[in-house]
């Protein structure tokens, strides 16, 4: 009896050390609730198999460039690697990065599985006299300088904020954070005074429209006549175009992510929507909400 479970103790030690060691270089930040959702993935992905032990690193920045081309980076190298972002590195990335030429986000990364998204919220100070888009509106009209707390990080923040200024025909000021904890203090000091992220990683604040066309308690930009005011941040993998062929070894594993009660338990919890669409799915976001943003081009400016 021993010697059968020295054998089994063995044989697991021995799984455990053969198992190859991937990287996956995610775009949020630490803390987030993109990181969250990713951190959750991975668990699950290295429980289902034994034959790769996947690694979840972040590198923020440039609207999730910095791990797109860090992913490309190693891929080039001749090392397995995944990425793990949301769409908006395709969709906006090219305002964000220092060098739009670094890499074809067309063809040199590929779409693999999204598990989870989330619409973005414009909310303001809870304490504020701004209870509705229209209370807002009427900020702008008074001729106040109005701040706009906005991030380094995540370039749907000010994506959103050209869609809706150009809707209402106003500016707002700039102040620039590199965290969401870091905008929703502003606010709660009367700093900034409305910012645009998603509602997970702002918590106290009170939302006054949705991004999402969805029906709920919450306006959204359909309801008050700017029907652009529409992004929801779906996350997931991608690949660089290099190592297609090693997602084929274990691609079929991700579809059960989905399934899992602790998955859907967390996303539940933390106000995420499940979203779990595969390649030709993921593409048909990309092209509905690049057909947006090109219509606002000339006005955006994230770097």
């Known amino acids: 009896m021993f010697n059968k479970m ?34 959750e993935v991975i668990s699950q992905l290295n429980i289902i198999q034994n034959d790769v032990q996947f690694r979840l690193t972040s590198i923020p920045g440039a609207g999730g460039d910095n791990a797109t081309l860090r992913a490309i980076s190693a ?44 619409p973005f919220h414009l909310a303001v100070n809870p304490k504020s006299n701004i209870k509705s888009f229209n209370d807002l509106k009427n900020l702008f009209s008074s001729g106040k300088t109005v701040y706009f707390g906005n991030t380094t990080t995540n370039a749907i923040t000010p994506y959103l904020n050209v869609v809706l200024l150009k809707s209402i025909g106003f500016k707002s000021k700039d102040l620039n954070y590199t965290s969401p904890y870091e905008i929703t203090k502003s606010i709660l000091v009367n700093e900034s005074d409305y910012t645009i992220f998603s509602p997970q990683d702002i918590i106290g604040l009170r939302p006054i429209l949705s991004s999402s066309l969805e029906t709920s308690n919450i306006p959204n930009g359909k309801d008050v006549g700017v029907p652009d005011f529409n992004f929801i941040s779906t996350v997931g993998f991608s690949v660089p175009k290099e190592r297609v062929e090693f997602v084929k070894t274990f691609d079929i594993f991700l579809p059960k992510i989905c399934e899992s009660t602790d998955f859907i338990k967390l996303l539940e919890k933390i106000g995420h929507e499940l979203r779990c669409f595969e390649r030709e799915k993921i593409q048909q976001e990309i092209d509905k909400i690049n057909k947006i943003v090109d219509k606002y081009e000339k006005d955006i400016v994230l770097k």
């Open 6 to 39: 020295f054998a089994l103790f063995f044989l697991l030690l021995s799984n455990c050390a053969m198992a190859k060691e991937v990287n996956v270089y995610s775009m949020f930040t630490p803390g987030s609730v993109g990181m969250l959702v990713g951190t």
């Open 75 to 118: 891929a080039r190298a001749g090392e397995d690697v995944l990425i793990w972002s949301g769409i908006s590195g395709v969709t906006l990335g090219r305002y964000t990065s220092p060098n739009i030429n670094a890499y074809n986000r067309n063809s040199d990364v590929v779409q693999v599985q999204s598990f989870s998204g989330t």
